[in-house]
């Protein structure tokens, strides 16, 4: 069983920036694509960003190309997302997930955190 833990959310004005962190227990979550999702309340978990497991392959929603940033450190188990450009829709619980595939999907991601709350305001 792998843990991660996200940790770095938190209440930031629109326009302001966050980084999100997930580290996972075990190394062999070097070997898996790490992932992030967001459930705003009322809405269905959706895909944010994804890294390949060597970290040469970024995915992003449409929503957010241009203002995230996904990276991943395999030395430190740790995947990051650093949030530019906020913007109040992108209020939500996020999740950092891995997988042997990269698709869109939640039901198709492994392993799952706890999520981190970030909040986005006027």
């Known amino acids: 069983q792998v843990h991660m833990v996200e940790s770095g959310g938190g209440a930031v004005q629109a326009g302001g920036a966050l980084r999100l962190s997930c580290a996972a227990s075990r190394p062999t979550v070097n070997n898996y694509a790490m992932g992030w999702f967001r459930q705003a309340p009322g809405k269905e978990r959706e895909f944010v960003a994804a890294?390949?497991?060597?970290?040469?392959?970024?995915y992003y929603a449409d929503s957010v190309k241009g203002r995230f940033t996904i990276s991943r450190d395999n030395s430190e188990n740790t995947v990051y997302l650093q949030m530019n450009s906020l913007k109040l829709e992108d209020t939500a619980l996020y999740y950092c997930?891995?997988?042997?595939?990269?698709?869109?999907?939640?039901?198709?991601?492994?392993?799952w955190g706890q999520g981190t709350q970030v909040t986005v305001s006027s």
């Open positions: 997930a891995a997988a042997g595939l990269i698709t869109t999907t939640p039901g198709d991601w492994n392993y």
């Open positions: 890294v390949s497991w060597t970290g040469g392959r970024t």
